[in-house]
């Protein structure tokens, strides 16, 4: 794999996992537009696309290092009720994600594999982008993170379970929820970042010993380069987005949602024509 490509690949993972703009649709876009398939369909592909989540989890475990340390002290210090209910929201919320994931991850994908398929639900993604801007508009919000009911905090793990597929974006479905529950979008932008991170990190921390007890040296060493690019990305990504998220009371999402139309339509054009860059 050439070096050019591993640094193309990791700064694509780095915003998308973020940005709400689907990860794994530009996964399968990026290969059809410049013509990488003989990489994308090798072996070697889903490992380095491992160690680049891997490279993700890691900075946003880094960037919410704070947050998780008074998460976790929250179960031993009995004051600490709002950050023990908030740690519990995510342990709730991530089990329907962690079940749903492993099962249909793989049947998921197999079945959506294509450009003009990803192209499409990136079109959704985009609408349903829309939609949650609209939402907000309609709706104050009315809690924050503390104030979201277990109920609600198991049907975004359930929601975010739709980022299996190609083109659907873990953040956007997840931010999408946490609105539609009331929250404002700096609440569900972090309830959606605390969400990921053990999704992430733990889907990556199973498939590494594989990438390390099959992969050769060259795949190894383009993965630790993907992975540190994309970790570094993704710190400056979270940054951006919490901090545009924090100062946007309404239409925050309509940019993402308007990229997600665009890149959508062109890339379904181009498959349907067989055209690549």
Known sequence: MHILQVIVYAIMQGITELFPISSVGHAVILPYLFNWKQFSESDV????????HLGTGVALLLYFLKDWVRLIASLFIRSRRRERRQLFLIIVATI???????????????????????SIFLIVNGLILFAADRMRRRRKATRDLSELSYGRSFIIGVVQTFALIPGFSRSGITMTAGLASGMSYEDS????FLLATPVILGAAVLEVPKLLHHGSAQMIHDGLI?????GIVAILATAFLMRYFRTSEVRALRPFGWY?????????????????F
């Open 45 to 52: 592909f889903l490992p380095f696309v491992v160690m680049l």
């Open 96 to 118: 329907p994600a962690a079940i749903l994931g492993k099962v249909f991850e793989h049947k998921l994908q197999a079945l959506f594999p294509s450009a003009l398929s990803a």
């Open 189 to 192: 932008a972090r309830f959606s």
């Open 226 to 230: 993907g992975g540190v690019v994309s």
């Open 260 to 276: 997600c139309i665009i890149v959508g339509v062109v890339v379904c054009v181009m498959a349907a024509t067989h055209l690549h």
